[in-house]
């Protein structure tokens, strides 16, 4: 900006030949402003030497035109009857000292903006504030079981590593749920972290849909770049310094562009060997809508030409509009896991089964080679299979458990798994009106809940519940839920499905029957009226007892612990998530007088 202004400024100023002695040196001084400036423009910017500069721009273009003008001036001054010497040289003593003062203030600016740039760099570079989403990364747990799946690992190993400058940037490996994608992913995840090579690990969860984290995937996958390479954090810090507003942004192609794109390329000439970005279960994402941005850019011509060590893993199922983007691509190599070959599928599989089930006696090599072979190559489905055989269970051998297992009617792999969970459910002998009602109860109180939440939080907000028969401890049924639901063991981790298939299956009634959870059914208010309920009775007042309002939410050195005293975890729910709750309740005018409580001001 300042450059053209001055450019411009000087092209006026040679264009001049008639000008008096006095204007004569104005236009050196615009001269000399503008070879210094010239040299200086050039330099990097920081913010302040910009501002300055837009100032100077700005006399300098005033000043040009004064001399512009200066003929027609001094005729309108004749005229008016004016002094045209003195005139002249008042108006010319304020522009000189104008712009003395300027220079005088951008050298001076120079100088102390050098000095914290050299601070900054020494120091860390500040990216706090940036959108983040916590536990979405890395989970060993979920590694594949060692000496398991090694030839597809290689494979996906050998193209990360890979120095062919044409290599697909992108790996797609996809396949139905149950095949092991996730395992696949993280094991390939850690496998890259052991030797300093995993910039990012991201992985979806539809249980964690409430986040939103398809916008905030890039943000959090630049963040983790930043901590895995100085040049990138650097490239990183400059951007947001330059731009507050990209630290938060939820415009996917913003943060694509400018938290992406322009670090990656500043740092890809100087990061040696090839790195590792791995996004897992990208079907789990918010919605179809959600992710079409995300896929659109995957597939860009950005994309394609990322740094050639770049290489960016993504697993989810073969849905419609992620397959039907992703499959015609050139630069996303596609791998498909329900294609990999039966033996060696099997072969692991029998590794796993044999590894679970080492511990009953009448279970030998026979019995897991079968179980393998009924699998279809599900790993999810193996792992039910051990968790249905394992569990003692009244009157029952573990190989007669095993024996009504494969008794069960053979079906293709597409419905393999809803066998399994229709066998699973049908074990429990929910068998009573009473029994299955609740069962639904406890399932659909987990399933609409926008967040995971433990079972204390779980159990709490039931007993605010309208009806009175709702009021029972959830353990009753989760207990028996192990197999499919993590978090039940305790009473303060979140509930949450072991596989997203299970939460699938309930809320498809073609698929679940008689266990089918109706999402859309808007006419239970129970969640709605509880957390309404939850912020009538527990708001309050100044709820950490803090000392003083005048501090800001930084200088309370214990916050977290006082918000963690003084906050529960279904306040803390129903603050966040009373209105999403209340959206998907028919409207009932005792729910409106909650919400005129909570909101309503006497
Ligand atoms: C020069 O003259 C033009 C038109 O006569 C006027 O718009 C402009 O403000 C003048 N510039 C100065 C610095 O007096
Ligand atoms: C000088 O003034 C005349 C009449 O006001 C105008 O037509 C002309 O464009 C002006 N010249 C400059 C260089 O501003
Ligand atoms: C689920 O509930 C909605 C709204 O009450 C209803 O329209 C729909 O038919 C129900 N679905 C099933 C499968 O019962
Ligand atoms: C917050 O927690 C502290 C410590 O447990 C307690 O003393 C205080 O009364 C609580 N404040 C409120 C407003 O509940």
Known sequence: ?????LTFAAQLIIAQANIDKAVLALVEKLG?????????????NMKSMK????????????CAGFIKNYSNTTNFWKRLGKNVVSETQTAIDDYSQALDGLMQQYRDHTIRDIRIYVHRVLDELNLEGMSYVGGASLNTMKKCLDDTRMEILQDIIDWVNDPDPDAPRILWLHGQAGRGKSAIAHTIAAWTKDVGRLGSCFCFARDKRAERREEKMLSTIARDLAGWDPVFRKALARVLEEDHTLK????VLQQWKKLILEPVSEAASVIVGNVAVVIDALDESESVSSRRPILSLLISEEAANLPSNFRILLTSRPLPDIECVLSSSRHVRVTCLDEVPWDLAYRDICIFVSKELAALEDIGQEEVERIAHRSSGLFEWARLACEFIKPYKPGLTAKEQFTDLIALPSDDAKVLLDTMYTTFLGSLGLRSDRSLRRFRSVMRQIVTAFVPLPMATL????????DEDDHYDIAIV??????????????????????????DFLTDHSRSGVYFINTSDSTNPAYARASLQVLCSELQFNICGLESSYFGNHQVTDLQERIKKNISCHLSYSCQFWAKHLERTKFDSSLARLVKAVVGSE
Do not use: C, W
Not at 1 to 5: D, E, P, Y
Not at 51 to 62: C, M, P, T, Y
Not at 459 to 466: K, S
Not at 478 to 503: C, E, K, W
């Open 459 to 466: 159990n709490h907000m039931r007993g605010l519940f309208p």
């Open 32 to 44: 000399y402003v503008y070879t210094f400036l010239l040299e200086k423009d050039t330099i990097e």
């Open 51 to 62: 501002e300055n500069l837009g100032k100077i721009a700005r006399v300098v273009s005033d």
């Open 1 to 5: 900006m300042a450059l053209s202004v």
């Open 248 to 251: 938060t942004t939820p415009d």
């Open 478 to 503: 989760l207990q028996f839920m192990a197999p499919m639901l993590g978090g039940i063991i305790d009473n303060t981790s979140p509930v949450r499905p072991l596989h997203a298939s299970f939460y």
